[in-house]
């Protein structure tokens, strides 16, 4: 739930400093929901928040048999949401939307990968 929330955070560090406006995926994304650009990018975040807590408390937090495939794909695209977002800022030299957050969705994934690993099944 812990890499839920942050990734809630980070889509409000992106909304407040307007990725959908500096980065064109994040355009297109909120276009399928919206002509108006803000509002689609605060439709598309709310529907992956809550995706995220409804794959915790229907599916990790009551140890269901699948809980395990469901936080693999959290660990994956979070750790990689962090390091994309730190690298383009690098690369721009400047600061770009979610890069406060980045470190955060990182080191939350890792962490969270790193319990799965030593639990046995991955």
Not at 59 to 83: D, F, K, Q, T, Y
Not at 94 to 121: C, D, E, I, K
């Amino acid at each position: 739930m812990i890499l839920v929330l942050v990734q809630a955070m980070h889509s409000v560090d992106e909304y407040a400093f307007k990725l959908y406006d500096v980065f064109g995926p994040a355009r297109f994304v909120s276009r399928l929901v919206s002509d108006d650009l803000p509002t689609g990018f605060a439709v598309m975040n709310i529907g992956l928040v809550s995706l995220g807590v409804w794959c915790y408390l229907a599916r990790v937090r009551p140890g269901h048999l699948s809980a395990r495939l469901w936080v693999w794909p959290w660990v994956v695209v979070e750790g990689a949401n962090g390091i994309g977002h730190s690298v383009i800022a690098l690369e721009r030299g400047q600061y770009f939307p979610g890069v406060v957050t980045a470190p955060l969705l990182l080191a939350t994934s890792l962490y969270l990968g790193v319990r799965l690993m030593r639990s046995g099944r991955t």
